[in-house]
């Protein structure tokens, strides 16, 4: 069964560097998400993209997050200059086309937890 | 901004009992419900939707109740399992065509054998 994938599994990072988190959609999935989820809290929206461009985004995602689609298959997230409140477990999301039997059935990948010391 | 609230962290039920995940909500634009189960060091995975059009939904052991009025939803898993000990998200759309999901906080169930 096609699957969402995510790397690292782990990331560790110190205060102001640069992470980027990846993940590898569902391949025939046209819509990509990121949440995440601040240990003990709620799954958050950060940033839904479709078409390659950003279609909507949260309070969360400011200036120091980006969102890429390099290639035809990986999705990533870029955080510029880690803050220590931007340890989370990220998850990474598809979905297909809209109107379909599945629609707003998002799969999500296992997630990403970044640690930033 | 609690725009969906799961109000109870926690749910202890015996297997082959009826399990009953309560959820509510404030905006009465959301027009999709879903429902995601958790394991630790897994992501969500789907487990059922209902449409704002519709007041339930059934798939095998597992029921949605939708109550418009009251701005609630249940889920309800007949008869409960072990396996079925997890933590249950009750997600809303109501981005129109983004997908975006508002969570609530998320109910641990726990089924003892």
Known sequence: ?117 | DQQVKQNSPSLSVQEGRISILNCDYTNSMFDYFLWYKKYPAEGPTFLISISSIKDKNEDGRFTVFLNKSAKHLSLHIVPSQPGDSAVYFCAADGSGNTGKLIFGQGTTLQVKP
């Open chain 1, 1 to 117: 069964e096609p699957e969402v994938t995510q790397t690292p599994s782990h990331q560790v990072t110190q205060m102001g560097q640069e992470v980027i988190l990846r993940c590898v959609p569902i391949s025939n999935h046209l819509y990509f998400y990121w949440y995440r989820q601040i240990l003990g809290q709620k799954v958050e929206f950060l940033v839904s993209f479709y078409n390659n461009e950003i279609s909507e985004k949260s309070e969360i995602f400011d200036d120091q997050f980006s969102v890429e689609r390099p290639d035809g298959s990986n999705f990533t997230l870029k955080i510029r200059s880690t803050k220590l409140e931007d340890s989370a477990m990220y998850f990474c999301a598809s979905t297909g086309a809209w109107g379909v039997s599945s629609y707003n059935e998002q799969f999500f990948g296992p997630g990403t937890r970044l640690t930033v010391l």
